[in-house]
């Protein structure tokens, strides 16, 4: 017997439905064509202002009394959203352990824990804007930072209406002008951490519940002023506002691009553009209407909090199973995620639903608790796996032995890109032995990362960290942002044969020229272009023999594109580097590696994922080689102080650049040499930089 439809509730607004259904719609479209809809993720806005007028519109007509009342509004919340919330956090981790290269265990695994607890937002905002984890691949579960905001939410706001309608009660005061000023007073903080904290700390801002919860009360606010300022209206007036509403969505969805500083003063157009729509209830022969009740706005409204459960973990979990991830395989992706989506939502949001409502058994306080318990047990087996996998792996010395072993010394490493090894294809070894192993690789990083000798943009690289290494009579400073900090192995190696003392200047992101680069705040910008600064008045003040310096750059100048950013940056470095060979000291810089990020997400994870064809995360020099102003303009100044030093042909060879080289995986992520990679060439830097700024008082061993 066919389930019977629900009859509509009393109240009910089409509308709401229609916008659920362009919400839902952006930000598929988005995440799965990003290029055509760069602004989709405004569809999550659209949510937040939709949530927060119909919570509170509920609160207000049926406000709690007592914390008997707050139980079990967060008890419907559970009903409603948890058991498809779970099923499909269940079965991303099965997907996981059954699809995914074991690179991404450990970190998905913490996330699926987070998105069981409806943590994820604060989980990324701790660790995903992090600028070592630009190269980590997105988790199946990285959507639920939304749903996790909007949870929070519910956890508090019953709270808060039901506070305010009690004050409204005591004192004799009107409840609309009580909720009003309360819902106001939030409104205005949020808004203005949301401008503050997009302003300074814009990756953490993002994800964050507190610059979120004015985009809540935006629709709260509507609720408030009462249900004659949103009933439905036939006038002009209201005409105008609602398709004014639809098109600030739309203008949103197409302007916007993920470079903008985001929640800031811009999410104001989409947000107030969502209220205007449900402030406004226009019933006009001309109004949205016209297609937001129509039954494709309303199926996909009736299912968009199901889609947006399921087409995420596809999106990332389908490509792993598929070769190409192109049109034909998104649209099967798309024709996958509406199946579970409809399945889902009659069966679990509608039928399970209401087991739970009738069942003695299990009601819905024992699904919360029992349901928790289990997929955190679940996730939790499979995060400890994932710990021991890598646990395993981190034995690089004698994965490397064993490397060898297999290769010979000969074909070691980039010995496999010299004459000298005789073995054809020696550069990669599939289905053999790699060292690091691929899940180990990932936490193959120099020590400067667990010093912390870092200036980040966390802190607008005003703290500027100094580590010093060794006791030597020479001293070196080593300068630049991370890819001059990924040579600090191989440094290290020849600092202790010669006697050196080695001083890090390093930075995260920021090429140290004493230029502005782009970034998305202002304060960040100067921070970098006066850290150039500070490092040349520690390098007169210090009286240093050497700098070695090397920068990605992985920037544009402030106010231009990359492209653009050539020539003045080349400029600025032949500027900085005189400067500093003026001190008299001799410099050296290392020309900026080959870079994997170009053409893959993630070196290790293509390796784990390919380990039968490691061509595949091999690239063509043209595409991975970068451009470099700072090794361009150490060659253009023909200062004899100031030298350049090529190690590309340590990764690449007949324009072909390699992730595994000789059996050893020479990146840690998309970007940067592992550790054991960057120590193996030692003797070749070594070797290269007597050439480039030899004397015998810097390498007097030699």
Not at 130 to 157: C, K, R, T
Not at 257 to 272: C, K, L, R, S
Not at 468 to 485: E, R, T
Request: hydrophobic content about 45%.
């Amino acid at each position: 017997m066919p389930l019977k439809k629900d009859p509509k509730p009393a109240g009910f607004r089409s509308d709401i439905q229609g916008l659920r259904a362009i919400a839902v719609g952006i930000v598929v479209l988005y995440h799965f064509w990003s290029h055509y809809l760069p602004g989709g993720f405004v569809g999550v806005d659209v949510f937040f202002v939709i949530s927060g007028f119909l919570i509170t519109s509920h609160l207000i007509a049926k406000p709690p009394k007592n914390i008997v009342d707050v139980g079990r509004f967060w008890m419907r919340r559970v009903k409603r959203l948890l058991p498809a919330s779970f099923l499909v956090i269940f079965f991303s981790v099965l997907g996981i352990w059954i699809f995914a290269p074991q690179t991404v265990w450990q970190d998905w695994g913490l996330q699926a824990l987070a998105a069981t607890f409806y943590f994820q937002n604060w989980f990324l905002a701790l660790t995903k804007v992090d600028y070592l984890a630009e190269g980590d691949a997105p988790s199946p579960f990285q959507h639920f930072w939304s749903l996790s905001a909007e949870e929070q939410f519910y956890f508090v706001w019953p709270v808060l209406i039901g506070l305010l309608v009690f004050t409204a009660l005591k004192y004799k005061k009107q409840i609309k002008h009580i909720v009003l000023a309360g819902v106001g007073l939030v409104f205005v903080l949020s808004i203005a951490y949301s401008l503050y904290a997009t302003a300074t700390d814009p990756g953490a801002a993002y994800f964050s519940t507190f610059t979120r919860v004015w985009e809540f009360a935006a629709g709260a606010l509507v609720a408030a002023l009462g249900a004659k300022a949103h009933a439905a209206k036939n006038d002009l007036a209201s005409l105008i506002g609602s398709w004014g509403g639809i098109l600030a969505i739309a203008f949103s969805a197409f302007a916007f691009t993920g470079d903008m500083p985001f929640p800031g003063y811009i999410a104001a157009i989409p947000v107030f553009g969502t209220a205007l729509v449900l402030l406004c209830n226009s019933t006009h022969k001309y109004s949205p209407n016209i297609f937001l009740s129509t039954k494709l706005f309303q199926f996909f409204g009736d299912n968009s909090y199901a889609i947006y459960l399921w087409h995420w973990p596809l999106l990332v979990l389908v490509p792993f199973v598929v070769d190409d991830f192109k049109w034909p395989q998104k649209f099967a992706a798309l024709a996958l995620t509406l199946i579970l989506s409809v399945l889902t939502q009659k069966l679990v949001e509608v039928r399970f639903k209401k087991f739970i409502e009738t069942s003695a058994l299990l009601t819905a306080p024992r699904f919360l608790a029992a349901g928790s318990l289990v997929l955190a047990l679940f996730a939790g087996a499979f995060y400890m796996n994932s710990v021991n996998v890598a646990d395993e792996a981190q034995d690089i010395n004698k994965a490397k032995a064993q490397v060898e072993k297999t290769v010979g010394e000969d074909c070691l490493g980039a010995s496999a890109l010299s004459d000298k090894c005789s073995l054809p294809n020696a550069a990669q070894t599939p289905d053999q032995e790699i060292a690091p192993a691929p899940v180990a690789a990932k936490t193959d990083k120099p020590v400067l990362y667990k010093d912390d000798c870092f200036a980040s943009q966390v802190t607008d690289f005003k703290e500027r960290p100094v580590c010093s290494y060794g006791k030597g009579k020479i001293k070196v400073a080593l300068v630049g942002n991370s890819h001059a900090g990924q040579w600090y192995p191989a440094i290290n190696r020849i600092a202790k044969e010669h006697g050196w003392q080695v001083d890090t200047y390093v930075a995260n992101r920021c090429a140290i020229m004493g230029e502005g680069q782009r970034f998305d705040d202002e304060a960040s910008v100067q921070g970098c272009e006066d850290l150039g600064d500070w490092v040349t008045g520690q390098i007169k003040k210090k009286d240093y023999d050497l700098v070695i310096s090397s920068n990605r750059q992985s920037e544009p100048l402030a106010g231009h594109t990359m492209e653009s950013s050539e020539a003045p940056a080349t400029e600025a470095y032949e500027k900085i580097l005189s400067q500093w060979s003026d001190t008299g000291a001799e410099v050296a810089v290392i020309r900026d590696t080959a870079w994997p990020g170009a053409t893959l997400e993630n070196a290790p994870d293509c390796v784990a994922e390919n380990s039968d064809d490691l061509d595949e995360c091999n690239g063509k020099a043209e595409d991975w080689i970068p451009m470099d102003p700072q090794a361009d303009a150490a060659k253009a100044l023909k200062d004899p102080n100031i030298g350049e030093v090529d190690m590309n042909d340590q990764l690449c060879k007949d324009e072909k650049c390699y992730t595994v080289i000789g059996g050893i995986l020479a990146y840690w992520d998309h970007s940067h040499l592992s550790a054991t990679y960057a120590a193996s060439l030692s003797g070749t830097l070594d070797s290269r930089l007597q050439k480039a700024v030899g004397s015998s008082k810097l390498f007097p061993t030699s």
